[in-house]
């Protein structure tokens, strides 16, 4: 199956859905100014060979958050860089915190050229458009492909890819992965114990009863970043209740956390929290420690995404087979089927404006954007790119392999949300804490919502902070 036809499908659900202008807000960034930005001293004469106007022995600093997909593939694609540039020196470093360790950087004026802004500790991408700290990646976009005769790199992107990294119509952030987001558990583990994936909630009740008869633990979470327990919920009432139920949260409409689509999805799930479906502990473990747990074999489902199985490699047994299911449906009377899950393009790396060589960081990306690229990512990753195509040849694993067969299961019924992205603080601070006391059992349902619509309120509220309408 080719990924263009799969992800085609699934972008055009509105699966790729982002925000439409600059998110405000955050600190004073030093940003491009007046004076345009700051690696015009290493811009070469735009050739043929050369359409962005590399200087090729200008230095190039590279920054990587350290996390589920680790640093390896940044280094192989410096060495694709240095293929073509064998002059440049690449000074390469990795964090698990670019906000601590690049936000001073920023601010007095001397980032490094690409940097790979994910994580929990990622800069706000609100202050960063705001205040013109980003070089427009359009130029990217208008390049010939690298290894892809007679198309430029926009042709060889999967639709969606530009739109998800586009603010007040400039193309700021190369999301570069396609990440799919569903309920995992191990394959072989399920084959040897004769159980089968629950399409339907009464099912899966009935399934996490089994497993937990058997002396496994149903589920374990995240317990220091209980958000990932928000996903499975909000999708159950996507599913329920139909795409508009992600757009009113996403537009902050008036009670939108307290639809009948979302309190029928709370209540469903509170029934994993009182039957004591979960593992003990759990509210005190982090994401590795949850996730290890589970690939342990003390627990059959974890919500995750499509990362996963990257960051989990090491420690993943043998034979283990991870695989990614959708949320259950909740019954016949949902909007859309069982198949429907939730993916969007995500791992964001931009080009700041006042970077020493931002024709060399622009280069990179179309570094990263080629076939080979794209491919030795997945190879070493286990995770989809936004190149079309770059799957065909290359082995996966079994956990993306069953990325790819749900989302062509899924077909055009690929849903998503974006109020992370409009407002970073509503996801991880206050859905957050809703999420941790709702899912160690000491709020129920009922407040559960009511603490994520009050933080949505407070949100709303906040004439400091510029509001988006998703259409």
């Not at 590279?62 to 410096?78: D, L, P, R, S, T």
């Not at 996490?208 to 958000?227: F, L, S, V």
């Not at 974006?418 to 859905?431: A, C, G, I, M, T």
Request: proline share 6%; glycine share 12%.
């Amino acid at each position: 199956m080719k990924r263009r036809d799969i992800l085609g499908r699934v972008a055009a659900a509105g699966v790729l859905a982002t925000p439409a202008a600059a998110l405000l807000g955050g600190c004073a960034l030093g940003g491009g100014g007046d004076d345009g930005d700051g690696g015009d001293a290493n811009r070469a004469e735009k050739t043929a060979d050369n359409p962005l106007g590399v200087k090729t022995d200008a230095p190039l600093e590279v920054v990587i958050f350290n996390g589920g997909f680790g640093e390896e593939y940044a280094k192989a694609h410096q060495a694709m860089y240095n293929e073509k540039h064998p002059q440049a020196k690449i000074t390469h470093s990795a964090t698990p915190e670019i906000s601590k360790t690049l936000q001073p950087r920023f601010v007095d004026g001397t980032p490094p050229d690409v940097v790979n802004n994910s994580g929990a500790g990622q800069i706000d991408f609100n202050g960063l458009v705001s205040q013109d700290a980003l070089a427009d990646l359009g130029e990217v976009l208008d390049a010939p492909s690298l290894d892809i005769p007679g198309k430029t790199v926009r042709d060889t992107l999967l639709p969606g890819a530009v739109e998800v990294g586009s603010y007040d119509g400039r193309f700021l952030v190369m999301n570069y992965t396609y990440t799919v987001y569903g309920i995992w558990h191990s394959a072989k583990l399920f084959a040897d114990r004769g159980w089968t994936d629950a399409k339907t909630w009464d099912d899966h009740i009935a399934l996490c009863r089994q497993i937990k008869a058997a002396g496994i633990a149903p589920w374990t979470y995240a317990g220091k970043h209980p958000r990932y327990m928000s996903w499975p919920v909000i999708s159950t009432a996507i599913k329920f209740g139909g795409p508009e139920v992600a757009t009113a949260i996403d537009n902050l409409e008036p009670n939108a956390w307290k639809s009948d689509a979302m309190r029928t999805a709370a209540d469903a799930w509170h029934q994993i929290v009182k039957d004591g479906y979960i593992l003990a502990g759990s509210p005190g473990l982090d994401h590795v420690q949850s996730q290890t747990a589970w690939c342990q074999g003390q627990a059959a489902f974890i919500s995750c995404g499509s990362w996963l199985e990257s960051e989990q490699k090491k420690v993943t047994p043998e034979g283990f087979d991870m695989a990614v299911a959708p949320t259950p449906s909740l019954g016949a009377g949902d909007k859309l089927p069982y198949e429907a899950i939730r993916g969007t393009a995500g791992e964001p790396f931009v080009v700041p404006a006042k970077g020493k060589n931002v024709a060399g960081g622009l280069e990179y990306l179309r570094v990263m954007l080629s076939m080979k690229g794209a491919q030795d990512f997945t190879r070493k990753v286990s995770s989809l790119t936004v190149v079309a195509g770059s799957t065909e040849g290359v082995e996966l694993p079994p956990g993306l392999t069953s990325v790819v067969k749900a989302l062509d299961a899924s077909a055009t019924n690929g849903f998503n949300w974006v109020y992370p992205s409009y407002y970073r603080k509503l996801e991880r601070n206050l859905v957050d804490a809703a999420c941790g006391e709702f899912f160690s059992g000491r709020i129920g349902p009922a407040e559960f919502l009511d603490q994520c619509q009050k933080g949505a309120d407070e949100i709303a509220a906040d004439s400091s902070i510029t509001k988006y309408k998703r259409a």
